[in-house]
């Protein structure tokens, strides 16, 4: 069983660091902006380099963006 991704701590710090999700689009390397949010809250699975990039542009250690207790968030939001 895989990890899941932490998708509410990622929108979090997203909006905290006031980062538009056009913006995140293209630093994930995304055709489209309206497409991050489909990513984000959980329609489409985020792949491996997805999340490194999104570690790096929001500051975080890419660990946090994984859930430790699974039983407690899925990646569907």
Do not use: C, W
Not at 21 to 47: S, T
Not at 63 to 73: A, H, N, R, T, V
């Amino acid at each position: 069983m895989g990890q899941k991704i932490d998708l509410g701590l990622i929108r979090t710090i997203r909006r905290k660091k006031k980062v538009s999700q056009f913006e995140m689009a293209h630093v994930i390397g995304l055709k489209y902006g309206n497409a991050y949010g489909k990513y984000e809250n959980g329609k489409y699975p985020f792949k491996a380099e997805q999340l490194f990039k999104l570690s790096e542009k929001l500051e975080i250690p890419l660990e946090k963006l994984f859930i430790k207790d699974s039983s407690k968030i899925e990646q569907k939001q």
